[in-house]
């Protein structure tokens, strides 16, 4: 069974500028995540869709994030434009039933 | 809301002698409770989880978790450390109800010396 993909694997671009990141999900995964993990914490949900909806993104920074997942299937992270603090490795996950499968993650820095 | 603690950013262990990485948790309701391990410059991989029944689970690699309700914990273990356990372990927690997701701990880093 394929694991979840992500890329670009790495990242590095300069304040202000923009970047987005794709994520494909294990087939027939309803539940897809996208985390933020800043270096020496844990994992911090920016957002949640359960097949091309919303469910919950009360922690995604909406002025300059976003995230779409049109067809229920891939995803993609944007982020416009970018800081400083944004420096971090996103994780995309997917799951069926409670159970979080990730991907290796997009690191991403920040000059 | 949910949360989880792992007092410990760091257990220094010896191989071959137990490991126990400390996790505990707040949530409403029953807890669905998890413990993921990351490699360098790897996602988070599954270990093991705890629904319900057996307070003791036993998940990938040899390693075990233990429930306590009454302490809200859920301790990772093993009985015999090896060097290629080191690694940063998550503890994670989420509920029944609502939108199901699962929230981390700040990690904890395994070291095992040879």
Do not use: M
Not at chain 1, 25 to 52: C, D, E, M, R, V
């Amino acid at each position: 069974e394929a694991g979840v993909a992500q890329s670009p694997r790495y990242k590095i671009i300069e304040k202000r500028q923009s970047v987005a990141f794709w994520c494909n999900p294990i087939s027939g995964h309803a539940t897809l995540y996208w985390y933020q993990q800043i270096l020496g914490q844990g994992p911090k949900l920016l957002i949640q869709f359960q097949n091309n909806g919303v469910v919950d993104d009360s922690q995604l920074p909406k002025d300059r994030f976003s995230a779409e997942r049109l067809k229920g299937v891939d995803s993609t992270l944007k982020i416009q434009p970018a800081k400083l603090e944004d420096s971090a490795v996103y994780l995309c996950a997917s799951s069926l039933d409670g159970e979080l499968f990730f991907g290796e993650g997009s690191r991403l820095t920040v000059l | 809301a949910q949360s989880v603690a792992q007092p410990e950013d760091q257990v220094n262990v010896a191989e071959g002698n137990p490991l126990t990485v400390k996790c505990t948790y707040s949530v409403s309701g029953n807890p669905y409770l998890f413990w993921y391990v990351q490699y360098p410059n790897r996602g988070l991989q599954f270990l093991l989880k705890y629904i319900t029944g057996d307070n003791l689970v036993k998940g990938s690699y040899g390693f075990e978790a233990e429930f306590n309700k009454s302490q809200t914990s859920f301790h990772l273990k093993k009985p015999s450390a090896l060097v290629s356990d080191s690694a940063l372990y998550f503890c994670a927690v989420r509920g029944w109800g609502g939108s199901y997701i699962p929230t981390f701990g700040r990690g904890t880093s395994l070291i095992v010396h040879p």
